[in-house]
C-alpha cells in the first residue's frame, strides 16, 4: 500500500503565478506582514486636505495664548480707575497669567501623550470659556480685584497649553520631513495674536467709552468658538490612542454627532479626500497597519505615574538643553524688544497710544513671514542632508530618526542667522538711542522679528522631533525655558537701560543672544546627533 503524502501546502501559499482563476475563499491565503505582501504603511492616514484643515483650526486655536496677553495691555491704566487699586496691583495680574502661562503646558501636555489630544484640548478650553465669561460678569457686578486676579489665571491655565499641544498634533500626523510645511503657516497664524491684541484691545476700549468688559467678551466668544470647532470637527490625532489614524476613537475621543465617521481619518472620500479602504472594525489594527501602535484601541489611558514634573526633567540632557536655549533665547531678545515698544514710541519719539499699538504691526509682519518662509526652508533643509547623508527621503512611512541627523537638518543656517541679528539688535538699539527716524528701528523690527521666528520655529520642531514619544510634554519644556528666561530678562531691562542707555544695552543683547546661540549650534550639530543616540541607548555608526 503506497504511503500516504503530506498534505499539500498549496492552500496557504501564493497561488501559481500562471493561474487565471481566483481561489475559492476557504482557500485564499492569510494576510502575512512581509515585504513581498503588504506595502509600506504610511506614517499617517489622514489626506492632504484634513492636514490642512488641521492647520488652519490649531492656528485658529493657538490665537489663545498671545491674543488673551496682548488684548489686556491696553486696558492697565483703565482697570487700575475701575477697580480702584494702584497700577503696580494691576501690573500682578500679568505677573499672575505669566506665572500659570508656565505652569499650563506642564500641568496637561504630559497627559495629552497618553490621554489624547481632542479631551485634553476640550477641557483646557471649556476652562478658559469659563475663565472669559467669569472676567465678563466680574466686570459688569462686582469689579472684584481680587476676582480679576483669580479669573485671569483661571484664563491663563485654559489657554496657555494649545501650542504645547498644537506641536503634538503635528508630530502625529506629519513625518519629520514634511513637518515644516505644516508649522510654518500654523506657527504666522499664532503670531497674529501680538499683532491684533493690542489694536483689538485698544479699539475695543475707545469705541466703548473704557468699557473694559467687552474685551473680556470678546475672548469668551471666541473661546465659545473655539469649543464648538474642537467639539464637532478635531478628530483624535494621539498615536498612543488611533495609532496612524487607522483606529477609530471612541468616546470622548470621538467627534461630536456624526463626526465619529465622516470625520475621521479613514473616512468617507467625498469629506475629506480620503477612501473607503480600511474602515476596518472599530478598536482593532488590521496587518497591514504597520505604524499603529499595538496598545492603540481608540480610547486613552491616564499617565502612570502621572508627573508633571515630566517637562523638567528634559531639560538636564546635553542635547535637550542646548535646543531649548538656542530656542529661548531668541524669544527673550524679541520679548525684550516687545516690552520697551511703549517706552521707546511713546517717550523718545511721542507717538500716541494708537499709533504705539500700530506699530507693532512692524515686527509682527516680520514674524509672520518668518514663519511661512521657514516653514518651506525646513522642509528644504531636511531633503538637503538626507542627500549629503546618502538617504532617501520616506515620506510615506517616515523615517528613522535615530538614523538620521536631525540635529544638522534644523540647525542649517542658523548661526548665519544669528551673526545677521547681532547687526540688526546692535542698529535697533542705536537707532533708538539717536533717535534716528522711526522708519529705521520698525524696519529693524521686521527683520529682527523674521529671524528670530525662523530660528525659534526650527529648534522647537527640534525638540519635537527628538521626543518622539512624548512630543506634547517636549513642547511644554520649551514653554518653560522661555517663560523663565523671558521673564527674568524683561525685570532686567530699565535698570540697565537707565545705567546703559538702549544703544549699549541691544548691543550687549545682541551680543549675549548671538555668540552663545552660535556656541550652542555648534555644539548640537557636532555631538548632538551622538548624544540623543547615547540617550536612548544607540550606537553612532
Given at each position: 500500500m503506497p504511503s500516504e503524502k503530506p498534505p499539500s501546502s498549496a492552500l496557504v501559499s501564493d497561488p501559481?503565478?500562471?493561474?487565471?482563476?481566483?481561489?475559492?475563499?476557504?482557500?485564499?491565503?492569510?494576510?502575512?506582514?512581509?515585504?513581498?505582501?503588504?506595502?509600506?504603511?504610511?506614517?499617517?492616514?489622514?489626506?492632504?486636505?484634513?492636514?490642512?484643515?488641521?492647520?488652519?483650526?490649531?492656528?485658529?486655536?493657538?490665537?489663545?495664548?498671545?491674543?488673551?496677553?496682548?488684548?489686556?495691555?491696553p486696558l492697565l491704566?483703565?482697570?487700575?480707575?475701575?477697580?480702584?487699586?494702584?497700577?503696580?496691583?494691576?501690573?500682578?495680574?500679568?505677573?499672575?497669567?505669566?506665572?500659570?502661562?508656565a505652569l499650563s503646558p506642564a500641568i496637561f501636555a504630559p497627559i495629552s501623550d497618553t490621554f489624547g489630544r481632542r479631551p485634553i484640548l476640550l477641557l483646557s478650553f471649556l476652562i478658559y470659556l469659563a475663565a472669559s465669561l467669569g472676567l465678563a460678569l466680574n466686570d459688569i457686578a462686582t469689579k472684584s480685584y481680587a476676582g480679576l486676579l483669580v479669573l485671569r489665571g483661571l484664563q491663563s491655565l485654559g489657554g496657555s497649553a494649545v501650542m504645547a499641544l498644537a506641536y503634538g498634533v503635528v508630530a502625529d500626523v506629519v513625518p519629520h520631513s514634511e513637518r515644516g510645511s505644516m508649522l510654518g503657516p500654523l506657527l504666522a497664524a499664532t503670531n497674529l495674536g501680538p499683532c491684533l491684541g493690542p489694536v483689538i484691545g485698544g479699539g475695543i476700549a475707545s469705541s466703548t467709552r473704557g468699557g473694559t468688559g467687552w474685551c473680556f467678551w470678546t475672548l469668551g466668544i471666541f473661546a465659545g468658538v473655539a469649543v464648538g470647532l474642537i467639539g464637532f470637527t478635531l478628530p483624535e490625532t494621539a498615536r498612543r490612542v488611533v495609532g496612524d489614524g487607522g483606529v477609530k476613537a471612541r468616546g470622548v475621543w470621538g467627534t461630536w454627532g456624526c463626526g465619529n465617521y465622516c470625520l475621521s481619518a479613514r473616512g468617507s472620500k467625498g469629506v475629506?479626500?480620503?477612501?473607503?479602504?480600511?474602515?476596518?472594525?472599530?478598536?482593532?489594527v488590521t496587518a497591514c497597519e504597520t505604524n499603529t501602535p499595538e496598545k492603540a484601541t481608540g480610547k486613552g489611558s491616564f499617565p502612570h505615574p502621572y508627573n508633571p514634573l515630566?517637562?523638567?526633567?528634559?531639560?538636564?540632557?546635553?542635547?535637550?538643553f542646548l535646543t531649548l536655549w538656542v530656542a529661548a533665547t531668541v524669544y527673550t531678545v524679541w520679548y525684550c524688544i516687545?516690552?520697551?515698544?511703549?517706552?521707546?514710541?511713546?517717550?523718545?519719539?511721542?507717538?500716541?497710544?494708537?499709533?504705539?499699538?500700530?506699530?507693532?504691526?512692524?515686527?509682527?509682519?516680520?514674524?509672520?513671514?518668518?514663519?511661512?518662509?521657514?516653514?518651506?526652508?525646513?522642509?528644504?533643509?531636511?531633503?538637503?542632508?538626507?542627500?549629503?547623508?546618502?538617504?532617501?527621503?520616506?515620506?510615506?512611512s517616515g523615517d528613522d530618526i535615530m538614523a538620521f541627523p536631525m540635529e544638522r537638518a534644523r540647525s542649517r543656517g542658523s548661526i548665519s542667522l544669528f551673526a545677521f541679528s547681532i547687526c540688526a539688535l546692535v542698529g535697533y538699539g542705536w537707532a533708538v538711542h539717536y533717535q534716528i527716524h522711526?522708519?529705521?528701528?520698525?524696519?529693524?523690527?521686521?527683520?529682527?522679528?523674521?529671524?528670530?521666528?525662523?530660528?525659534?520655529?526650527?529648534?522647537?520642531?527640534?525638540?519635537?522631533?527628538?521626543?518622539?514619544?512624548?512630543?506634547?510634554?517636549?513642547?511644554?519644556?520649551?514653554?518653560?525655558?522661555?517663560?523663565?528666561?523671558?521673564?527674568?530678562?524683561?525685570?532686567?531691562?530699565?535698570?540697565?537701560?537707565?545705567?546703559?542707555?538702549?544703544?549699549?544695552?541691544?548691543?550687549?543683547?545682541?551680543?549675549?543672544?548671538?555668540?552663545?546661540?552660535?556656541?550652542?549650534?555648534?555644539?548640537?550639530?557636532?555631538?548632538?546627533?551622538?548624544?540623543?543616540?547615547?540617550?536612548?541607548?544607540?550606537?553612532?555608526?
Open positions: 501559481p503565478l500562471d493561474s487565471t482563476q481566483p481561489l475559492p475563499f476557504h482557500c485564499q491565503p492569510p494576510i502575512i506582514a512581509t515585504t513581498a505582501t503588504i506595502p509600506a504603511s504610511p506614517y499617517s492616514h489622514f489626506s492632504p486636505a484634513r492636514k490642512r484643515y488641521l492647520t488652519i483650526l490649531l492656528g485658529y486655536l493657538t490665537l489663545a495664548s498671545s491674543l488673551t496677553a496682548t488684548i489686556y495691555l491704566p483703565l482697570l487700575s480707575d475701575q477697580y480702584h487699586v494702584s497700577l503696580q496691583q494691576i501690573n500682578l495680574t500679568i505677573t499672575f497669567y505669566v506665572i500659570f502661562q475629506w479626500g480620503v477612501g473607503d479602504e480600511g474602515k476596518g472594525v472599530e478598536g482593532v515630566a517637562p523638567l526633567r528634559i531639560v538636564f540632557h546635553a542635547d535637550t516687545q516690552t520697551s515698544i511703549p517706552i521707546i514710541f511713546g517717550e523718545i519719539y511721542h507717538w500716541s497710544e494708537l499709533e504705539v499699538g500700530l506699530s507693532y504691526l512692524a515686527g509682527g509682519t516680520g514674524v509672520i513671514a518668518g514663519g511661512f518662509v521657514n516653514g518651506k526652508l525646513m522642509d528644504w533643509n531636511y531633503r538637503s542632508i538626507a542627500k549629503k547623508a546618502g538617504r532617501s527621503v520616506d515620506r510615506v522711526p522708519s529705521v528701528p520698525l524696519v529693524l523690527q521686521f527683520l529682527v522679528g523674521a529671524e528670530g521666528t525662523m530660528i525659534h520655529q526650527s529648534f522647537n520642531a527640534l525638540l519635537v522631533d527628538i521626543f518622539p514619544e512624548s512630543p506634547s510634554t517636549a513642547a511644554a519644556a520649551g514653554n518653560i525655558t522661555r517663560c523663565a528666561m523671558s521673564a527674568a530678562v524683561v525685570a532686567c531691562i530699565q535698570p540697565l537701560v537707565e545705567t546703559m542707555g538702549y544703544g549699549w544695552f541691544y548691543t550687549l543683547v545682541g551680543l549675549v543672544s548671538g555668540c552663545t546661540g552660535s556656541l550652542a549650534i555648534a555644539c548640537l550639530r557636532f555631538w548632538g546627533w551622538g548624544w540623543r543616540r547615547a540617550r536612548h541607548g544607540h550606537r553612532l555608526e
